[in-house]
């Protein structure tokens, strides 16, 4: 075959195989989300939300550093996904600032959600009040679907990167980074059961905590 016949053959087929993999992964995500790394981290967020804001006196420096962290993580693959893209757009002749752009996009708004957890999750207030804190666990977990949709996109930039040195090389990047983010994505039977007794041992600590400021 020829090589424009090869550009029409492997680069939508490697496009659909990384696409197949990310639309079972939503489908995952959504009705088993234990069964995936990205349910989990949501789950495990969500709790800690409710354990560092129960005192929000105590734990707020720990908050800050901790989403302040975050933050810094995401600035630091925005500016090497801004820098790839670049070299991208050199390399196929195309305008660099429509690919910046894009990236300021997908990663800039974590950091703008992220940023308004600083002041939420530090706000005084009781621990039965679970409206407030499940609003804070629920921005939180949105920033990180970001960051993961941030980090999905950076993933794309390799096989079009390698895309400039033939259909070949792009076909076969889509197919070893579908496996690769299985193993990523998905979690063991083990994983499971440490997050599931980790998390009952959370909650029957709150609870015990929460009968002795009743009492």
Same mark, same amino acid.
């Given at each position: 075959?020829?090589?424009?016949?090869?550009?029409?053959?492997?680069?939508?087929?490697?496009?659909?195989?990384?696409?197949?993999?990310?639309?079972?992964?939503?489908?995952?995500?959504?009705?088993?989300?234990?069964?995936?790394?990205?349910?989990?981290?949501?789950?495990?967020?969500?709790?800690?939300?409710?354990?560092?804001?129960?005192?929000?006196?105590?734990?707020?420096?720990?908050?800050?550093?901790?989403?302040?962290?975050?933050?810094?993580? /995401?600035?630091? @693959?925005?500016?090497?996904?801004? #820098?790839? !893209?670049?070299?991208?757009?050199?390399?196929?002749? =195309?305008?660099? $600032?429509?690919?910046?752009?894009?990236?300021?996009?997908?990663?800039?708004?974590?950091?703008?959600?992220?940023?308004?957890?600083?002041?939420?999750?530090?706000?005084?207030?009781?621990?039965?009040?679970?409206?407030?804190?499940?609003?804070?666990?629920?921005?939180?977990?949105?920033?990180?679907?970001?960051?993961?949709?941030?980090?999905?996109?950076?993933?794309?930039?390799?096989?079009?990167?390698?895309?400039?040195?033939?259909?070949?090389?792009?076909?076969?990047?889509?197919?070893?980074? /579908?496996?690769? @983010?299985?193993?990523?994505?998905? #979690?063991? !039977?083990?994983?499971?059961?440490?997050?599931?007794? =980790?998390?009952? $041992?959370?909650?029957?600590?709150?609870?015990?905590?929460?009968?002795?400021?009743?009492?």
């Amino acid at each position: 075959m020829e090589e424009a016949q090869l550009d029409y053959v492997l680069v939508p087929l490697g496009l659909f195989v990384f696409g197949l993999y990310h639309i079972w992964l939503l489908f995952t995500i959504h009705f088993y989300p234990r069964r995936t790394v990205i349910g989990l981290n949501a789950e495990s967020r969500h709790q800690w939300v409710f354990s560092m804001m129960t005192d929000p006196l105590k734990n707020g420096v720990l908050v800050v550093q901790t989403i302040r962290n975050n933050i810094m993580a /995401s600035t630091l @693959l925005a500016t090497t996904a801004i #820098t790839l !893209s670049s070299l991208i757009s050199v390399f196929a002749s =195309s305008s660099s $600032q429509s690919s910046n752009t894009s990236s300021q996009l997908v990663y800039g708004n974590k950091t703008s959600i992220v940023s308004s957890i600083n002041f939420l999750a530090t706000v005084p207030t009781w621990k039965d009040n679970k409206e407030s804190i499940e609003y804070v666990a629920r921005n939180l977990n949105r920033g990180s679907l970001f960051w993961s949709l941030g980090l999905r996109a950076f993933y794309v930039s390799f096989p079009l990167f390698l895309w400039i040195f033939g259909p070949i090389p792009m076909f076969v990047c889509c197919c070893i980074m /579908s496996c690769i @983010l299985y193993f990523l994505d998905t #979690t063991s !039977s083990f994983t499971q059961h440490l997050h599931s007794l =980790s998390i009952r $041992q959370v909650t029957k600590s709150d609870d015990v905590e929460l009968a002795a400021d009743l009492s």
